[in-house]
């Protein structure tokens, strides 16, 4: 093959095109296109032929007269836009939008039918010698000549407003009108939609709605404003989605929330008999809710109701904390906080959408007036000890978890949980002595939960009780294992073997035993020493309780459960008829307050009253006398008498268990200073009350001045030394 | 072939080529005359006219049509050009 041989002979040559010679050229070409353009907007176009102008557009500008077609283009279009605009501001009333809308469509399809003509000429020309595209030259003339002619720019505005003012009142308008308007504007240019349109809009919208909600705060309550507020609201957002442009809805939802929310926020909130207290009393969750919902919106509107919440929980809380009725019940006053936080739990969930700073401001509130009383760890304790005895009996377990998670929340807001530590030690001695627990699974799973919130050494004390109980159990069965057999009738003893250290420190008080049951004691005392060497039993005999049967004069036998003093006293009848209270205290040993008081529940109860006494007062004397009372009559077989019950403290007992819960401290706050100074070796005085503060905070609120003090006490047994130079400064000793 | 589906390309002789539309809208000038909103003559009549084109280029240009649209099932092979023809 012979390529370039080939080559040669082909060649293809530039495409030349004929010159023109007619100097008139491009005024008739100019002719034929000008007439075009005119029958194009006279509706007249279907006799034209495309290719015939298309070719003529094409010569001028390829003979370098496009210059001449576009400024012949310019003038002609402008002509037209003249004479529309002139019919257009001739149209009457509720005409002029439909006039205007319909000579917008009848431009874009001249504007499209020009723009395909001269299509050459805005790929050539006008890019070389940046004019404006055809297209856009047309949106240009029109909105110079149409919209913002002097007499149809604002009477186009005032008919758009006023169309959506009585839109606002409730009538209905043409809304595909007003899309094709706007949407007109839109097309125009987004400074023509802001400018000739939104700006506007959005000032008489703001000056519409700033009286509207003048008036309806006026004349309406929080409830029903809220609602028409919201009503508002959901309106401008539907007339935005129908026909306005999409980017104005969050400016004319800022408006609405302005004029009706932000500027009427306080008022609203602490409107009378419907503010938002009022809300919260009564558990208007929706009304509630909306508030919520609509001051999400607006700055600092979740902020305010949020201060408004938690002021008055604070209030009610303190109140119900002070108040005195209340306080003479304790499980009463607690069951009291329970509701108030599983009320306001139910409203910020169902209300407040589960808003975590609205859960945070409720638990600070809580925190704030649970810790005004002094005694409420005491009266916590007291509310657990009454549903482990018998509130939650033949309660599920998933509702026993219940309500032991629910007391745990309440603790977790004390400041002073060494003092629940004191008193919930009491009351589990009492319940486990007296065998009255509910169920040991719910008091084991209360010490689990105190040991997760505080740690071992919180509940250490508790599980030795547990302990003690099992163990005390297992040393009976041994002890009846080899002693059984020589006991036979007599007395049966069940021995609860306490370990000091665990168990809530008693004094230890005299008492005679009968002499059955001190000889069966120390039986069992020398069986126990036998096996566990180097200890020492004392007889708790306070904390005892003991099974009696009786059998009174028309011989009605009863057992009678009562308490080892009221057994000794009893016994002592087996013997004697009729006893003085000097007789009884003598035989007995028992200290009288505890004597009093034990012949009053034997004596004195109406129904209980196994004894009878002379006189026949309520309280007990000297000289008073005791008789068996023949005429004992009970339902029942078992009669319990004077059952060991954990109650609210006396004032004595009270500032007895305060003082003792100081005392602890005391070691508390200079294990922490000791704790603290052997790692950072020299520290400050602001600076070990800070840090002391910190440490101690899960147990208790430490006093600055008790820290003082105990740095004193330090410094005298030579654990820190003073600086020489600076007196506030801390040196650690080793 | 329909007639809706069918353009008619007229050359400067008064020779008729009838091409798939599909064909012709590979020109975007022919493209705009018939997509056109308004009511010009091509559109109305299917019909464009070209005064100034002769046959053998506008057969030339068909070809061409038909060898770069989407439809070449109905394509010829190759296009051989005439340097004599112009």
Request: aromatic residues 8%; neutral net charge; glycine residues 4%.
């Amino acid at each position: 093959m012979n390529n370039n041989q080939k080559k040669r002979n082909f060649q293809i040559e530039a495409f030349k095109h004929k010159v023109v010679v007619d100097p008139k050229y491009a005024d008739k070409t100019w002719k034929i296109l000008e007439h075009a353009i005119h029958e194009i907007y006279n509706h007249n176009a279907s006799g034209l032929s495309f290719e015939e102008l298309y070719r003529n557009a094409y010569n001028m500008v390829l003979h370098k007269f496009g210059e001449k077609l576009y400024s012949g283009l310019v003038s002609t279009m402008t002509f037209h836009l003249k004479e529309i605009s002139k019919v257009i501001e001739a149209a009457q009333g509720g005409l002029f939008l439909e006039e205007l809308n319909r000579k917008w469509a009848d431009h874009n399809k001249a504007l499209q039918m020009i723009r395909d003509i001269l299509m050459y000429m805005d790929r050539t020309f006008i890019p070389s010698t940046h004019k404006t595209p055809v297209h856009e030259l047309g949106l240009n003339l029109w909105r110079d000549n149409i919209i913002r002619s002097s007499k149809i720019q604002t009477r186009l505005l005032n008919t758009l407003l006023e169309l959506i003012l009585r839109e606002r009142t409730g009538e209905v308008i043409n809304r595909g009108l007003m899309r094709n308007i706007i949407k007109m504007l839109m097309d125009l240019g987004p400074s023509v939609y802001q400018e000739d349109f939104e700006k506007p809009f959005l000032e008489v919208s703001a000056n519409f709605y700033r009286v509207e909600s003048q008036q309806f705060i006026e004349c309406c309550d929080c409830g029903d404003y809220l609602k028409k507020a919201e009503r508002r609201l959901n309106e401008e957002i539907e007339r935005v989605s129908h026909y306005l442009d999409a980017k104005s809805e969050a400016k004319i939802t800022n408006v609405v929330e302005q004029e009706m929310i932000a500027n009427h926020m306080l008022r609203l909130v602490h409107m009378e008999n419907s503010g938002l207290v009022n809300m919260l009393l009564d558990d208007k969750y929706e009304d509630s809710g909306r508030m919520y919902s609509l001051f999400r919106r607006v700055s600092n509107g979740l902020s305010t109701i949020r201060d408004v919440m938690t002021s008055h929980i604070r209030e009610t809380g303190k109140q119900l904390v002070t108040d005195p009725e209340k306080l003479k019940d304790p499980v009463e006053f607690v069951q009291c906080l329970l509701d108030e936080k599983d009320k306001y739990d139910k409203i910020i969930s169902l209300a407040f959408s589960n808003d975590k700073t609205f859960q945070n401001a409720l638990n600070s509130s809580f925190e704030f007036f649970i810790n005004l009383n002094p005694r409420s760890p005491e009266f916590i304790s007291l509310f657990v000890d009454d549903k482990l005895r018998k509130g939650l009996k033949g309660v599920s377990e998933e509702d026993i978890e219940i309500v032991l998670d629910k007391v745990m929340m309440l603790f977790r807001y004390l400041q002073e949980k060494d003092v629940f530590e004191k008193y919930y030690k009491q009351h589990l001695a009492k319940r486990l002595l007296s065998g009255k627990t509910v169920s040991d699974d719910a008091e084991r799973s209360l010490i689990v939960k105190l040991k997760t919130e505080c740690g071992y050494q919180f509940t250490s004390k508790l599980e030795g009780m547990f302990t003690d109980m099992k163990t005390s159990q297992d040393t009976m069965q041994g002890f009846y294992a080899t002693h059984g057999s020589e006991l036979g009738d007599g007395p049966t003893l069940v021995v609860q073997v306490l370990t000091t250290g665990s168990w809530p420190t008693q004094p230890s008080v005299t008492c005679n035993l009968p002499s059955e049951m001190s000889v069966l004691c120390e039986k069992f005392r020398s069986y126990y020493l036998g096996t566990h060497t180097g200890r020492r039993l004392s007889w708790q005999t306070n904390m005892g309780t003991a099974d009696l049967k009786a059998t009174f004069g028309k011989g009605q036998k009863h057992e009678l459960n009562v308490s080892t003093y009221q057994m000794c006293v009893l016994v002592l009848f087996n013997n004697a008829d009729r006893l003085s209270y000097k007789e009884i205290e003598q035989a007995t040993e028992i200290p009288s307050s505890d004597l009093k008081r034990c012949l009053q529940s034997l004596a004195c109860v109406k129904g209980k009253n196994v004894l009878r006494k002379e006189p026949m007062s309520k309280d007990i004397a000297e000289d008073d006398a005791f008789l068996v009372n023949e005429k004992f009559t009970s339902k029942f077989y078992k009669v319990k008498i004077g059952t060991v019950v954990a109650q609210k403290e006396s004032e004595p007992e009270k500032q007895e268990t305060r003082q003792r819960v100081e005392e602890d401290r005391k070691p508390q706050i200079e294990a922490a200073i000791v704790r603290i100074m052997k790692s950072r070796k020299v520290l400050d005085h602001n600076n070990i009350i800070a840090e002391v503060t910190k440490q101690l905070q899960s147990r208790f609120l430490a006093n600055p001045s008790e820290i003082k003090k105990r740095i004193e006490s330090l410094i005298e047994r030579e654990f820190l030394e003073r600086d020489n130079s600076d007196r506030r400064l801390y040196r650690y000793l080793a | 072939m329909r007639k809706e589906d069918t353009v008619k390309l007229i050359s400067a002789e008064g020779y008729e080529f009838i091409i798939d539309k599909k064909a012709a809208m590979v020109s975007q000038t022919i493209r705009n005359m018939l997509t056109s909103p308004g009511s010009f003559a091509e559109t109305q009549h299917g019909e464009v006219t070209f005064p100034e084109i002769s046959t053998v280029i506008l057969e030339k240009i068909c070809q061409y049509f038909l060898l770069v649209s989407p439809i070449r099932q109905y394509v010829l092979s190759r296009i051989w050009i005439n340097p004599k023809a112009f």
